[in-house]
């Protein structure tokens, strides 16, 4: 784990320097699906703070495990709509809001103790059939109706583009989600979180403007089967 912590850091750390940008400016989100909670322990010793779950059920039982560690949980995978409430009462970020629905229910739930629950609008670039997230021009409609919900802050974008293997095609993707999101910024949004990258293309997602990317396999290893 620390070895690998230890390459995605400098594979980070090239491509910001790249780019002329602090390395320091990207988080890492440590995609943590399948894997088991030792090995979760194991990357909070090895310095990581930021965990990411896309399974509800076992994202649940693995943070009531990991309850005395202190961690900050994010919901990146897809959600339903009925089972919003544990989403907004235990995690601290989702990624994965592309609808208002959704985000009602999630500022609706969150708990008047807890502080506002951080979301990213999930974008949807190539609208490829059956693949969530928003449709592009949707997005700044939908964009203004979350930034009114009480309980939520809106942060940023996320996207899960088409797999690419060219590092130019990968960029061409992520160009397009910054494109969105300085959109929004020019309009007042006040939006700070780019959260797209993940183990195969995060050079190029850094090069891009990512703030946040979220990292599996590379800091893991392969997911064990299901
Ligand atoms: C699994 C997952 C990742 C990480 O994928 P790797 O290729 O293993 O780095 C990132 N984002 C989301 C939404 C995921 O589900």
């Given at each position: 784990m620390p070895e690998n912590l230890d390459r995605v850091r400098g594979r980070i750390a090239a491509a910001a320097a790249q780019c002329g940008r602090n390395a320091h400016s990207i988080t890492i989100v440590a995609a943590s699906k399948s894997q088991p909670s030792a090995l979760i322990e194991a990357a909070a010793r090895a310095g990581l703070e930021h965990f990411g779950e896309s399974y509800l059920k076992e994202a649940l039982e693995k943070i009531a495990s990991l309850a005395a560690v202190p961690l900050t949980w994010h919901f990146i995978g897809r959600l339903q709509a009925n089972k919003t409430r544990p989403v907004a009462e235990t995690f601290?970020?989702?990624?994965?809001?592309?609808?208002l629905r959704l985000a009602q229910r999630l500022s609706a739930q969150r708990p008047y103790h807890a502080p506002p629950l951080n979301v990213c609008i999930e974008v949807s670039l190539a609208a490829e059939p059956g693949k969530a997230g928003a449709a592009p021009a949707d997005v700044p409609a939908l964009a203004a109706a979350v930034a009114e919900?009480?309980?939520?802050?809106?942060?940023g974008l996320m996207c899960l583009p088409?797999?690419?293997?060219a590092l130019e095609s990968q960029r061409r993707w992520f160009a397009e989600l910054r494109g969105i999101f300085e959109d929004l910024n020019s309009a007042g949004a006040g939006l700070d979180t780019l959260s797209m990258g993940m183990s195969e293309d995060l050079e190029a997602a850094v090069l891009e403007g990512a703030t946040l990317v979220r990292i599996g396999t590379a800091l893991f290893g392969p997911r064990p089967p299901a």
């Amino acid at each position: 784990m620390p070895e690998n912590l230890d390459r995605v850091r400098g594979r980070i750390a090239a491509a910001a320097a790249q780019c002329g940008r602090n390395a320091h400016s990207i988080t890492i989100v440590a995609a943590s699906k399948s894997q088991p909670s030792a090995l979760i322990e194991a990357a909070a010793r090895a310095g990581l703070e930021h965990f990411g779950e896309s399974y509800l059920k076992e994202a649940l039982e693995k943070i009531a495990s990991l309850a005395a560690v202190p961690l900050t949980w994010h919901f990146i995978g897809r959600l339903q709509a009925n089972k919003t409430r544990p989403v907004a009462e235990t995690f601290s970020w989702v990624h994965s809001v592309d609808r208002l629905r959704l985000a009602q229910r999630l500022s609706a739930q969150r708990p008047y103790h807890a502080p506002p629950l951080n979301v990213c609008i999930e974008v949807s670039l190539a609208a490829e059939p059956g693949k969530a997230g928003a449709a592009p021009a949707d997005v700044p409609a939908l964009a203004a109706a979350v930034a009114e919900l009480p309980r939520l802050k809106l942060r940023g974008l996320m996207c899960l583009p088409p797999e690419e293997r060219a590092l130019e095609s990968q960029r061409r993707w992520f160009a397009e989600l910054r494109g969105i999101f300085e959109d929004l910024n020019s309009a007042g949004a006040g939006l700070d979180t780019l959260s797209m990258g993940m183990s195969e293309d995060l050079e190029a997602a850094v090069l891009e403007g990512a703030t946040l990317v979220r990292i599996g396999t590379a800091l893991f290893g392969p997911r064990p089967p299901a």
